[in-house]
Each structure stands twice: as structure tokens, then as C-alpha cells.
């Protein structure tokens, strides 16, 4: 009588280990929580010993200029959440004519989205040179202070991820094939962009909703 025996690789259990890159970036985000959570400690500690500079200061705000650059930026997560769709099912560039989004690849929704980060970055630039004229600068105030620490640092992150977007399009260009790796970095790189609009939410209610 003969007997059979299962092969361990036959008996074990699969295991299915989580994404390495994809755990660092979240615990990268993270420790990033936290530094934006004392920017907002700061913001909100300087307003409260100033109300009444508050008041004033917070007159030169355009809301509606800043809620149009804000909705710009939100969208912009919509575009690279499709990039990621597209990066998810192996599909790098378009396989349409450039006016058939519904056939776009990663490469067309990452330079989308990267031209929309773009807008929003020129948009803060342009109205920080508009505050700038009416006398509200980093050093004029401890309005002037927050604000610009505030809202500064996330476009200096913003401005990190249209770096990140121009990197992961440039490697869809280098390799031969587009595999697990480079679909791995443009999953992260949404990560990090989904959390650069959350906090932006987060400033644009507190700085110019809650006046």
C-alpha cells in the first residue's frame, strides 16, 4: 500500500503580506498629521489672544477666489484617483484619442491632476501677492504670521507632490513594461496627494469660514 504526502508548499497557508512601501507612506502621513495638527495649534493659540486683529485682518480675504481654488484642488483628487484605476489594471497612456477620457491611462490623469496642482499653487501665490499690497505680510502681524505659516507649509507639500506626479509619469516613460512597482508608486503618491487636500479642507474652513 502506497501512501501520498502533500508538498508544504501544497499544505500551508497563503499569507498575504501588506505593501511595504504602501505601510510606510501611511506612517510617513502620519508623524505628517501631526506637524500640520501643531500648525493649526498655532493658528488657533495666536487667535485667541488677538480677536479683535482677527476681525480686521480676516476683512481682506477673498472667500470666494479662495473657494474656487479650493474646488480645483478637491477635483484634483478625483483626477488621481483615476490615474490610480488606470495604474491598478496595468494601463499606463490612453488608448484612445487624447479627447476619450473614458480610454485615458495613468499618465493622462496624473498630468491632469498635476496641472491642477499647478493652478491651485499659482492661485496662492497670486493671492498672497494680493495680501501682500494691502499691508498683510509674514512679518506685519501674528495674523499675517499664521496665516502664512499655515497655509505656506501645505503649498510647500503641494508643491512636493506635483514633484512626486512628475516622477512616477517620467518612470511610466522609462520602463519597458509597466508592472507592480511603478503602479505601487503611483498608489502612494495618491496617498499623500488625498491627504494634502483633506488638510487643505481642513485650513480653508478654519481661515476663511470660521472668521
Same mark, same amino acid.
Given at each position: ?22 505601510? =510606510? ?46 474646488? /480645483?484642488?478637491? @477635483? ?6 483615476? =490615474? ?11 488608448? =484612445? !484619442? ?13 498630468? @491632469? ?17 494680493? @495680501?501682500?499690497?494691502? !499691508? ?29 506626479? @512628475?516622477?512616477?509619469? !517620467? ?15 503611483? /498608489? ?13 479642507? =481642513? ?9
Amino acid at each position: 500500500m502506497t501512501s501520498t504526502s502533500l508538498s508544504p508548499s501544497a499544505s500551508a497557508p497563503a499569507i498575504n503580506r501588506p505593501n511595504v512601501v504602501a505601510v =510606510g507612506t501611511i506612517v510617513w502621513l502620519g508623524s505628517e498629521v501631526m506637524f500640520f495638527a501643531g500648525l493649526f495649534a498655532i493658528y488657533f493659540t495666536l487667535k485667541s489672544t488677538s480677536p479683535d486683529l482677527w476681525a480686521a485682518e480676516t476683512q481682506h480675504l477673498n472667500i470666494p477666489y479662495a473657494a474656487t481654488n479650493t474646488l /480645483i484642488l478637491v @477635483l484634483s483628487s478625483v483626477t488621481c484617483q483615476f =490615474g490610480v484605476f488606470a495604474a491598478e489594471r496595468m494601463q499606463p497612456r490612453r488608448t =484612445g !484619442g487624447l479627447l476619450q477620457f473614458w480610454r485615458w491611462g495613468m499618465v493622462e490623469w496624473f498630468t @491632469l491632476t498635476y496641472l491642477m496642482g499647478a493652478v491651485f499653487v499659482s492661485g496662492q501665490v497670486l493671492e498672497y501677492a494680493t @495680501l501682500v499690497s494691502e !499691508g498683510i505680510s509674514l512679518s506685519s502681524n501674528a495674523y499675517g504670521s499664521a496665516f502664512y505659516l499655515t497655509t505656506g507649509f501645505h503649498a510647500l507639500h503641494v508643491t512636493g507632490g506635483l514633484i512626486a506626479f @512628475l516622477l512616477v509619469i !517620467g518612470r511610466a516613460f522609462a520602463v519597458k513594461i509597466f508592472g507592480h512597482k511603478e503602479a505601487t508608486s503611483a /498608489i502612494v503618491v495618491s496617498y499623500y496627494w488625498h491627504f494634502v487636500d483633506v488638510v487643505w479642507i =481642513g485650513l480653508f474652513a478654519v481661515i476663511y469660514i470660521i472668521r
